[in-house]
């Protein structure tokens, strides 16, 4: 199955719009407001892999599909730097940020993982 094909069987967004919120604790609170209910929690560390799990279980993606394709969605590059002064700031009360991530795998690329991002 190609990256077009498993975006169209499961109607899966090229691009979704998220909220991110640091949390007290360091981690991020992560919010789709395109899809209601749709939500996530991460460390830091793992925010891309929650951002496309909580995407891939909203759209009731098997696993096991997602993993051949190698699905993950990404910032888009003026994002990253966003990302990166959320991360620094000493303050979390009122620290969020809205990007646009956008769906990749890792398949379509002759450059590694993650190559689109430029």
């Known amino acids: 199955m190609s990256a077009s094909s498993l975006l169209k069987k499961y109607s899966l967004p090229e691009s979704v719009r998220v909220l991110i919120k640091k949390t ?65 700031s000493k303050s979390s009360e009122s620290d969020e940020m809205k990007a646009n991530f956008v769906y990749f795998t890792a398949l379509n690329s002759s450059h590694g993982q993650y190559s689109n991002i430029r």
Request: proline share 6%.
């Open 24 to 88: 007290p604790q360091g981690g991020y609170y992560v919010k789709f407001p395109d899809y209601a209910g749709c939500m996530t929690e991460a460390d830091g560390l793992d925010l891309y892999e929650k951002i496309t799990d909580a995407l891939l279980t909203y759209f009731e993606v098997p696993r096991k599909e997602a993993l051949k394709m190698n699905v993950i969605y990404y910032p888009q590059q003026h994002a990253i730097n966003d990302l990166k002064k959320l991360e620094e």
